[in-house]
């Protein structure tokens, strides 16, 4: 693996996290910590979720010699990293959730190598790609990004000459400067706060710039929805997440998950799903349905690591304190949704195009398989927010046809090469109820430091308890801070 400036792919946001050529100490917890080396006081513990963030805390735990259960309501573990095989023919596959991960994210790479998996970069260095704005279908390709000038947008004759860098940094450096370490659990500091109630947008008008740089920064994820994210969260995204070249798992990347739940296969109880959690002065008890019945778990500690959209739904909120129920309530989940159809033919290989676009409306389309030879292949439409609420209640032919419309825009001839395809929507997931948190205007500097508090015996971990909302670092780094804060109870 090897980070090479060229071989970055200028998908969306490439040149804004070119520019940030920034380090941070590692406050939080970092791989390199070293706390797991000494036992604290054995702790009898259930996790509640078999996902990246409880299965890494139960193997941290159970390392130390702690006594530890995993309560998973699938059959499966992963949660949000899911990769469809059937019933795909010639070893085609797609991940439905998470399906990049960066370079830097380094306990996602820690845990790869652990578990002895292969990467392969995300997005491929061979073929154009095409960019999708307003109907205009703009080429470029991994070595040099379109010019501005092809894009229809409206901004001034500096900003033009500013260049893709140029729009991607300038606007930045002030901020950026002030930004302090992102990773830290206290993050954002006060002297920052004010810009929590700024989007992007809003945060370029107010500096002087054009608000549809905006537009082009987050092309395939514009949306209205998107564009409410907090700058500050921008800002976080971009240093923590968009710099490094992006990977996947050879063989897909719910391979992770399942060598991890391997490695646990003696903790883990399937099919049991979590109705209420009670605590006491000495214990906690949860109820669980498996099997149609109800049974009973005590432990000494819980680690609750299930999407905030489900504990909101759960009787036990109400015993929540308010600012705790309140960070639950209200941050914010994007809705994601994600259709992979099957073709006969990679037709858009013929054009040397490579199946990767991003287009306006705002979606993102790749071709999950690109390494692969063979003729036959998928192709992989993924609806942000705006496009995704949009297939709310649709039957799956309407979804499987409002996406194959959106890839036909980016790559003409679709229809003639159609096999059949499937669509996920998150929100409709029962274990999930949404994609995955991301902070919203006035949500930083608000709801953050409510997420990760414990409450009494039980803690909390999950992408959402995390500096990074949305990604499996946040999850796996999560997981590994609330076992590194039960072994060290006396
Ligand atoms: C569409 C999409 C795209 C993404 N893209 C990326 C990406 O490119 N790169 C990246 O790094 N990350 C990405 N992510 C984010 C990544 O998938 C998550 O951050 C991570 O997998 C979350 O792990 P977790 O352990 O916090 O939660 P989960 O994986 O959701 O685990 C929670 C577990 O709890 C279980 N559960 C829920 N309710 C109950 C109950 N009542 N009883 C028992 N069990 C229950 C669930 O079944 C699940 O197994 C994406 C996510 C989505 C949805
Ligand atoms: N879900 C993703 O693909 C990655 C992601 C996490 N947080 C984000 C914020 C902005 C854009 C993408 C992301």
Redesign the pocket.
Known sequence: MKSNQSRRNFLRLSALSAGFAITHPLSALSVHDTWNKKRGKPQKVLI???????MSAALELIKLGHEVII????SR?????RTLREPFPEGLYADM?????PED?EW?MKYIKEYDLQLQLFNPVEGDYIHLMKGKRIRYNSQSPASLDNYPVNLTSEELNMGWTGISTAPFQELVAKLGDPKAMDWPPQSISGYDAYSLKEFLKQSGYSSEIADLLMIGWETKLGMDMSILEVMRELSLSFGAPRYKIVGGNDLLPTRMAGALSDHIQYG???LSIEQSENDVVVHVSKNEQNKKFTADRVIC???LP?IKKMEFMKTLSREKQRAINELTYWD?S?TVIQVSDRYWKKDNLNGFAATDRPMEIWDPNYELDSKRGLIAAYAKNDDSQLMDGWSDKERLDFASGQVNKAFPGLMDHFEGGFTKC?KEDP??LG??SIGTRNQMTDLLPHLIKQEGRIYF???HASAYH??????IE??NRAAKEINSLE
């Open positions: 509640l979720g078999a996902g990246m963030a409880g309560l998973e309501g699938q573990a992963g949660g949000r990293i959730g998470a399906a990049r991960i994210h996602t049991s799903k979590v690591t299930f999407p489900v994601l994600r998150w274990w999930a994609a995955h971990a999950g992408e949305g990604w499996i670092q946040g999850a999560s997981g």
